[in-house]
Every structure is written in C-alpha cells, then in structure tokens.
C-alpha cells in the first residue's frame, strides 16, 4: 500500500503564513503537527482511510488557521481556545464520543 501524503506540506504552511525565508521551518513544523494533533485530540478523525483526497478542504484550512494562531502566539503562555470559525469548519469532522 503507497504511504499517504503528508495532511499538511510545509510548503503550504509557508504560503499561508506568508514566510519566505527558511529561518522557522522547524518551528512552523512543530506547529503544523501541533495542529493536527490538537484537532485529533477533541475528536477529529484524520484516518487517511476515511478522505477521497487525503483531506477535505476544510480541515485543512482549520489547521492551517490553527498553525497561524500557534506562529501568531509563538512565546506567548496564555491558552489560545477553539475559534468560532475552526469550530465551524471541524464540525461535521468531530466523532461523538458516547
């Protein structure tokens, strides 16, 4: 069985945040798999498995909102909190745990 794409590129965590240089790679790397693993985390299934294309647009542009957060926050200690938008966007993605 071939190995899935990546869910996010870096390259597209670039584009979106808007960075040229290769001075945050590792950073914006850690905050892209931060990403996911939050959304995971309040029952967001990100299964390979379950997507046609490896992931629907809109969660895609939830963690990719939710990496600008974590850059935009960089050093800051206070809890960032679930946007009303991602809420939004993640909704119809969220497994009801019983």
Sequence with gaps: MPVPDPLILLDEAKRHLRIDSDDDLLAVEGMVEAA???????????????????????????????VARFYGRRGEDEPIGLDPVIDRLIAPYREIAL
């Design 36 to 66: 996911l693993e939050y959304l995971a985390s309040i029952g967001v299934s990100l299964d390979y498995d379950l997507f046609e294309n490896p992931m629907p647009a809109p969660l895609k542009q939830a963690a990719l909102m939710l």
